[in-house]
């Protein structure tokens, strides 16, 4: 992975030429090839695709992840060319969608028509859908049909979706500050600064989780973090990371992924850092091993399952860390942070393929092929389905079925 640097829109449209297509090509000299997939593969589990769909042109070359939500029994998306749809969540049928127009990369155009660079996906409560952009702009609108409702200006790339959570909404920014926006108008409530912010990083923030009245999140420079819900007050912060090296690569410390909460404990990872277990309330470490990651940790049972940052999926205990099983079957297949579904541990790859692993031992059980492009975003599980968009916003739906 070739990082970039943060709070530059150029960079994205040079990602083609040099750091995002460097996260995913098999075609630079120094990123190793993917595995090649077993051609002899027999699937001991059964996959049904329910639907397919489309959303826009996805993330395109953006190098974000760009995933779905699903919320009462619809799929909302979203892709960085300016299209928001509704989907049924059981059939696929287009429930609604609209179209933003865009004024250019570099702002030239008509500076009359609205931004339109989603970007990280949507989040939906109730009656209200908040979105980010590229352009630094929160928009609210109404989740039955699209209707615009307010928008926020915060100046930074909003790469990431929003939570919204009781009278909140929370999100965060590519220059390390998070919101809490009001989310009947979206006014500022608060803003908490992380300060510096590592000039070269990896592509991406990590998602906010908020439970309990607390906000947590994995920081650009390897921190877990937790903040007040209520005032964006700083309660206390673990490292996962620590930045040492010679060069700023070897520095590189990203904490890019999901922080899991299970329980009272929390599961974060960095890269070229650490998979670390602390307790939610008071902040203090359970145990740690090195681990590094692009993505976020699942967990379910007695076990945490992660990809590391060769695209070797994992499996450990998660009262003290220690390991159950390593599959390395899809090694430099760039695989999405996992997504547990039933009994089976499920990423998505560069080449559009779904992976489903058991998860006892970490066998290869099933696969399918949404596409022929990457798959980033980790898969959404709800109940017996899961859901997976790749980067040309393309959408699957495929259940397990008992064999």
Known sequence: MKPVLKNSLWVIALSSLVVLAGCHSKKKDNVQPPTPLAKDFTPTA?????????????????????????????????????????????????????????????????????????????????????????????????????????????????????????????????????????????DRRWVYDQGNVPLLSVRGNGPLLAANGVVFFGSDDGKLVALRQDTGDKLWEQTLASGEGRTDIERLDDADGAVVLDGSTLYGTAYHGNLVAVDGPSGRPLWNRPFSSFGSADVAGNAVYAVN????????????????????????????????????????????????????????????????????????????????????????AYRLLAR
């Open 309 to 396: 940052d060769e695209s070797q999926v994992w499996a450990f205990d998660k009262t003290g860390g220690s390991d159950l099983w390593k599959n390395d079957a899809l090694k430099y297949r760039w695989l999405t942070s996992p997504a547990v579904q039933g009994k089976y541990v499920v990423v998505g790859d560069i080449e559009g393929y779904v992976h489903w692993l058991q998860t006892g031992d970490g066998a290869l059980a099933a696969r399918e092929r949404l596409s022929k492009k990457a798959i980033r975003a980790q898969p959404l599980v709800v109940g017996d389905t899961v859901y997976v968009e790749d980067i040309k916003g393309h959408i699957g």
């Open 46 to 186: 059964t996959v049904k695709e329910l639907w397919t769909a489309r959303v826009g042109d996805g993330a395109g070359m953006t190098g974000l992840r760009m995933r779905p939500v699903v919320s009462d029994g619809v799929l909302y998306a979203a892709s960085s060319d300016g299209e928001i749809a509704a989907f049924d969540a059981t059939t696929g049928k287009t429930v609604w969608s609209t179209k933003s127009s865009t004024h250019g990369w570099f702002g030239w155009g008509d500076k009359k028509r609205k931004d339109a660079f989603y970007a990280g996906g949507p989040a939906v409560d109730g009656d209200l859908l908040v979105i980010g952009t590229l352009d630094g702009h929160v928009y609210g609108v109404a989740s039955k049909d699209g209707a615009p409702r307010w928008e926020a200006n915060l100046k930074s790339e909003v790469v990431v979706a929003p939570v919204v959570v009781g009278p909140l909404v929370l999100v965060r920014t590519q220059d390390g500050r998070v919101y809490g926006l009001d989310r009947t108008n979206g």
